[in-house]
């Protein structure tokens, strides 16, 4: 990582913070990020320093033990976390991560990105995340229900749908929101909406599986819009093959785009005339539904690369969307993505470029549309299911999906006015939008 470029009183903040945690690569990354485009910010109102010094701090760490029996009656161990970073504007809201690369780290990262990106959607929620190093991947049902049941008795302590609310991310979906929302109404009597992207039959909400996938191209129409351009025609490259990634393709094809790449950690699949509706289904039939690797994906005209990223796939292209992992395009892959003709990033996954790859964004002009704002629409649909639990209402897919685009819309606009603002790009106007709510309602409350 370069060395990040910070006035005197911003460097020693993240010094301060480096100093505490100097192991915890992903967080100082995600901070360094956002510390970098808070300059102006600061110059401006020197005041917020000090409260972006408590924002940085998470109001609490919870780390616990969780322990399963597998099927062969053998006990398993796993670590389990939730950060609850801010409730400034809101209840703590941020989704469960189950994946073998958890650590404390990772989930810190998240939880502060998730301050941020709940702040941009304009709904009152405060910034949370949290997970566990257990991998669902094969793994059968009753396993991972009796994991599911572990891991909620001891997160049931902590959180309540006034207190903190989680919901799915990486190996986190339908299945496992239902089991443990199943064993937090077992142990606390009461049927509440604690925990979003709940089944349709138990106080779900339409949209809320697409909404990750479907605000990101509502995101990317508003940032092609502010240029007078739409998405009609464009090629684009994605990475990624899960919810994400499956619905961000069916709303490229539904808006006349070309989605030309896929990809899971094996590889990627390209389709040189673009995916198809039936390839599409074919995909998530192979990640969604049975959880094989794209190795089995097999069409007359996709063509799979073992061991590689889409970024260096051999064609000329408008758009790249990552919606896979944090930082899968570094340097040297932001590098191809410009010698390859693309136009625009926008992120899909979370904190998916590293700084260096961002920088190249800057120096050769690509449009890039953070994380933080881009990748919002997930947690927005989360804040419309609270309000539908809360109402004891279900919202028909069109209203939902409304209210979805202009809230993406809201996002993208509230960042280009204080990027106008502040004189910068779009990257730091989410940062700076989403920071001057929060941080007016820390400065308003006092020191807490």
């Given amino acids: 990582m370069t060395k990040p470029k910070f006035s005197e009183s911003v460097g020693a903040l993240y010094e301060t913070v480096r100093k505490r945690d100097p192991a915890q690569s992903e967080f100082l ?8 485009t808070m ?12 409260v972006m010094e408590r924002m940085v701090e998470p109001d609490r760490v919870l780390q616990f033990r969780v322990c399963w029996t597998d099927d062969k009656g053998k006990q398993q161990v796993n670590r389990g976390f939730r950060v609850q970073f801010s409730s400034a504007i809101g209840p703590y809201k941020g989704g469960l991560r189950f994946h073998p690369s958890v650590t404390l780290s990772i989930i810190k990262f998240l939880g502060f990105e998730q301050i941020l990106k709940n702040s941009l959607t304009t709904l009152p929620m ?12 094969g793994k059968s049902d009753n396993e991972v229900m009796r994991f599911c049941q572990a891991f909620m008795t001891e997160l049931s302590k902590h959180i309540g749908q006034f ?26 009597n009461e049927f509440v909406g604690i925990l979003t992207g709940k089944g349709m039959s138990f106080g779900g909400s339409l949209i809320r599986p697409e909404a990750t996938g479907y605000g990101l191209v ?17 090629r684009v490259v994605v990475s ?23 990809s899971d950690s094996k590889g990627y699949v390209y389709e040189p005339e673009g995916f198809t509706t039936e390839s599409l289904h074919a995909i998530s039939d192979h990640k969604v539904t049975k959880r094989i690797p794209l190795t089995e994906y097999k069409t007359k005209t ?42 625009l990033v926008a992120e899909g996954a979370n904190m998916p470029s590293t700084s260096e790859a961002i920088a190249v964004y800057h120096k050769n002009n690509v449009y ?36 979805l685009k202009g809230i993406m819309k809201d996002i993208f606009e509230n960042a280009q006015s204080a990027a106008k603002e502040y004189d910068t790009h779009l990257q730091a106007g989410a940062n700076i939008a989403g920071f001057l709510k929060v941080a007016d309602a820390m400065l308003a409350q006092g020191v807490v």
């Fill in 163 to 188: 207190t903190d609310v989680p919901a799915g991310d990486i190996g986190v979906g339908a299945r496992e929101v239902g089991f443990m929302f199943g064993q937090y109404k077992r142990i606390r």
């Fill in 368 to 403: 890039f549309g953070p994380a933080k704002a881009a990748n919002a629409g997930g947690v927005a649909v989360s804040g419309l299911e609270m309000c539908q639990n809360s109402m004891r209402l279900l919202w028909s897919r069109e209203e939902v999906e409304d209210k």
């Fill in 302 to 343: 996709g063509k799979f690369f073992k061991g590689a990223k889409p970024w260096g796939v051999d064609c000329r292209f408008d758009i790249a969307l990552p919606c896979a992992t944090q930082n899968e395009i570094d340097e040297e892959d932001a590098n191809l993505l410009v010698k390859a003709g693309c136009t």
């Fill in 240 to 262: 990624g093959s899960g919810n994400v990634a499956v619905y961000t393709v069916e709303k490229l094809l539904e808006l006349g785009a070309i989605p030309l790449t896929m």
């Fill in 218 to 234: 509502f995101f990317v129409e508003n940032m092609l819009a502010s240029k007078g351009d739409s998405l009609k025609g464009k």
């Fill in 126 to 137: 405060g910034g949370g995340k949290g997970g566990c190093d257990f991998d669902p991947k």
């Fill in 39 to 50: 300059e102006p910010v600061f110059e401006k109102r020197p005041e917020l320093l000090p």
């Fill in 29 to 36: 990354q995600a901070v360094e990020e956002v510390l970098e």
